[in-house]
């Protein structure tokens, strides 16, 4: 019914979906969070939390019969890469977040290159450091042909 390619890519789309339910259900369980720059509040009532439960089983209902209908393939993700993931897209905002780049939004106070940079560089470094451990851990291990898992 379908060819490798439209199986792998319908595949991909319902894995998008089923881990965007997972983090609805994450949400729901934990409704409130305190971080250092954000906070979320719980504005959940009862009745929107039933709704979203049993629509969150729907959707599952239908990706688990379109998984064995069509013989989905699952995706097998290490837990160094799907940590990981989407960080080094925050490197390039980092790098457009120094004093010099924040003139397009006005003047900037002069100051500001001492206080800002140095922890912006700081931070992208960082990411570029963890991304680095975590694919070079992983191409060790592959190379000596040991399987990342849980200890």
């Known amino acids: 019914m379908l060819n490798d390619a439209q199986r792998t890519s319908l595949g991909i ?8 339910m997972r983090a ?28 979203l439960r049993e ?13 064995d209908r069509l013989a ?5 993700k290490s837990a160094s890469r799907d940590a990981l993931t989407g960080s080094m897209p925050l490197w390039v905002v980092l790098q457009e977040s120094t004093s010099e ?3 397009r939004y006005g003047e900037v106070d002069p100051s ?16 570029v450091e ?3 451990a975590a ?5 060790v291990m592959s190379a000596n042909g040991v399987k990342k898992g849980p200890a």
């Open 13 to 20: 789309v319902m894995r998008m979906l089923e881990e965007k």
């Open 24 to 51: 609805i259900e994450a949400r729901l369980a934990q409704p409130e969070e305190r971080a250092l720059t954000f906070e979320v509040r719980n504005d959940l009532t009862p009745a929107m939390v039933q709704v």
């Open 55 to 67: 629509k969150i089983d729907e959707v599952y209902v239908l990706i688990r019969a379109l998984r």
């Open 72 to 76: 989905l393939p699952p995706t097998v």
């Open 101 to 103: 780049r924040l003139r």
């Open 112 to 127: 500001l290159a001492h206080v800002l940079d140095p922890n912006i560089d700081a931070l992208a470094r960082l990411m």
């Open 130 to 132: 963890m991304d680095d």
């Open 135 to 139: 694919r070079s851990d992983a191409q």
